[in-house]
């Protein structure tokens, strides 16, 4: 991809990332004009709490697809900043080998208060680069709040990274996590941490054995840092998506984010419709609530009867 293509793909994507209604309309048509071109890419979701080491198996996978004729894109939702609601930037500056590969296209978005730090219009990201011809298009969350099922609603494949002797390993990982991720993969497995990573992995297997459903999500160790377990990681990813193509379960989970999208798209626009329309009034039932002289149901069900 030339540099002016890169150029309009980034401002294609500020377009969707716009709150300004002008700018919306215009989105929602480049999307649907572009919906046929897209679909065809790997869609993977990595999460896992800071220091994990999320940005550093970003690059080094990404490396590995481009050297094996894939263009990946990187979808990075950043911290935002608390002053301007921008993206700080600090996972680009983290893959390095990726920002300066012309076949790799990375993201930073800033998650600016929405749902466990992705970004609202995260999805209609992705579909601009599978348009834009990216084989593989990775998401990576902060790891925080409910970015688990936030993402794991927009990929095909959804990877848990985990730390190895970072003491009870079940205690930090949620019911909610398991039942989400397809893979979990214990990182930095390398030198004086490798028999931590692997009690670690032995831990978790007989965890997923229990609150998982069926079947329960592959449990593996690796090291970004050192590449090893990299190619293990890559097959199982693959060996996963494969095998929902395979049963359709591909396609009929694509169609149930397709829905999913919808309404979460139909209550963004509700919050910005009262936010515009009903402002005064959203507040006066607020201050109603927090001083308990009006039911949070009642106060809801008023402001609902602001809608047309």
């Known amino acids: 991809m030339t540099s002016g293509q890169r150029a309009g793909l980034a401002r294609a994507i500020t377009l969707v990332e716009s709150a300004r209604a002008e700018h919306r309309a215009k989105a929602s048509a480049l999307v649907q004009e572009l919906m046929p071109r897209t679909g065809g890419a790997i869609r993977i979701g990595i999460t896992g709490v800071p220091g994990v080491g999320k940005s550093t198996l970003i690059d080094a996978l990404g490396m590995m697809l481009i050297e094996a004729g894939h263009r990946v894109a990187v979808l990075a939702i950043d911290p935002s900043s608390t002053r301007t609601g921008g993206a700080i930037l600090g996972d680009k500056t983290r893959m390095a080998r990726l920002a300066n590969s012309p076949d790799a296209f990375i993201r930073p978005s800033p998650s600016a208060g929405s749902l466990g730090g992705v970004t609202a219009r995260t999805r209609e990201a992705l579909l601009l680069v599978e348009a834009a011809g990216y084989s593989v ?99 199982t990813i693959d060996t996963h998506r494969n095998g929902l193509e395979a049963s359709g379960a591909l396609a009929a989970r694509r169609r149930a984010q397709g829905v999913i999208w ?40 008023s402001i609902l009867e602001t809608l047309p």
Do not use: C
């Open 137 to 235: 298009v990775i998401v990576e969350t902060v790891g925080v709040g409910q970015s688990e099922v936030a993402v794991a609603e927009m990929v095909d494949t959804f990877v848990a990274l985990m730390l190895p002797g970072a003491g009870d390993e079940l205690q930090g990982i949620k019911k909610g996590l398991i039942e989400r991720a397809d893979i979990i993969a214990v990182n930095k497995a390398d030198g004086s941490a490798r028999d931590a990573a692997r009690q670690a992995a032995a831990e978790l297997l007989s965890a997923v054995k229990i609150l998982a459903s069926d079947p329960p999500p592959e449990v593996l160790t690796m090291s970004a840092a050192t590449g090893d377990g990299l190619d293990l990681l890559w097959r």
């Open 262 to 301: 919808m309404r979460d798209m139909v209550a963004d626009g509700l919050r910005h419709y009262l936010a515009q329309h009903a402002g005064d009034a959203v507040k006066a039932m607020e201050a109603a609530v927090a001083d308990g002289t009006l039911a949070p149901s009642a106060a809801a069900a």
